[in-house]
C-alpha cells in the first residue's frame, strides 16, 4: 500500500534562515504531490501542488520540488518568519484518482 | 463565500450513542471528504462523494455511513458511538479530482467517552 513518510520530529529553525520539509513515499507513482499548512486547531490549507512532470514549483518564499526517481519531495521556505509556524502535510493522489493520502505532517518552529 | 464550514465544533458522545455531523460547502463543488485525524497522526479518508447521490468509502469507513443528496451538503452519520472513535473530523470539497486544492472546513472535534 502507499506509504508516505515526513520527518516526525519537530523542525526548530532561527527566523530569516530557510526551512526544508521532506516527504519521501513507497509503493506509488503520484501524478502529483499537494502541500498543505495546517495551524493548531484549525483545518489544513493548501499551499502548492507540482505535478510529475514538473522539477521545482515557486509560490513567493516557498518552493517545491519534485524527484520521481527517489520518490521524494522538498518542501522549502525561505526567509522564514514565526507566523510560518505550523505544521505541514504532503499529500499524494490515491492510486483511485479521486482523493488524496495525506503524511502525518512536520512541524515547523521559526524562533526570532 | 463561506467555503467550508462544519457543525457542531465540539461534542462529547457516550458509547452506544448516535450523531450525524454536518458538512456544507457553498463553492458549487461536486467532490467532498471526510476525514479523521488523530493525535499525531495524518488525516484518514472515511468517505468521500464525486456528486450528489454517490458516495464511496475510504481508507476507514467502519463505524460511519454519510449520504450526499445535494450538492452542498455531506452529513457524517456515527452509529453506536466508540471509544475509537474519538478524533477531529474534518470536511473538505474540490471543484474537481486530482489536481484541484482541497479546501477544508474547521473540523468538529469528538470525544466518545
Known amino acids: 500500500s502507499q506509504k508516505i513518510e515526513q520527518n516526525s520530529e519537530a523542525l526548530n529553525i532561527q527566523e530569516g534562515k530557510t526551512a526544508t520539509l521532506t516527504c519521501n513515499y513507497t509503493n506509488y507513482s503520484p501524478a502529483y504531490l499537494q502541500w498543505y499548512r495546517q495551524d493548531p486547531g484549525r483545518g489544513p490549507v493548501f499551499l502548492l501542488l507540482i505535478r510529475e512532470n514538473e522539477k521545482e514549483k515557486r509560490k513567493e518564499r516557498l518552493k517545491v520540488t519534485f524527484d520521481t526517481t527517489l520518490k521524494q519531495s522538498l518542501f522549502h521556505i525561505t526567509a522564514s518568519q514565526p507566523a510560518d509556524s505550523a505544521t505541514y502535510l504532503c499529500?499524494?493522489?490515491?492510486?483511485?484518482?479521486?482523493?488524496?493520502?495525506f503524511g502525518k505532517g512536520t512541524s515547523l518552529l521559526v524562533t526570532p | 463565500n463561506a467555503g467550508v464550514t462544519q457543525t457542531p465544533k465540539f461534542r462529547i458522545l457516550k458509547i452506544g450513542q448516535s450523531m450525524t455531523l454536518q458538512c456544507t460547502q457553498d463553492?458549487?463543488?461536486?467532490?467532498m471528504y471526510w476525514y479523521r485525524q488523530d493525535p499525531g497522526m495524518g488525516l484518514k479518508l472515511i468517505y468521500y462523494?464525486?456528486?450528489?447521490?454517490?458516495?464511496d468509502k475510504g481508507e476507514v469507513p467502519n463505524g460511519y455511513n454519510v449520504s450526499r443528496s445535494t450538492t452542498e451538503d455531506f452529513p457524517l452519520r456515527l452509529e453506536l458511538a466508540a471509544p475509537s472513535q474519538t478524533s477531529v473530523y474534518f470536511c473538505a470539497s474540490s471543484y474537481g479530482r486530482r489536481t484541484d486544492e482541497q479546501y477544508f472546513g474547521p473540523g468538529t472535534r469528538l470525544t466518545v467517552t
Open positions: 463553492m458549487n463543488h461536486n467532490y
Open positions: 499529500a499524494l493522489d490515491m492510486s483511485s484518482g479521486y482523493a488524496l493520502n
Open positions: 462523494s464525486v456528486g450528489a447521490g454517490i458516495t
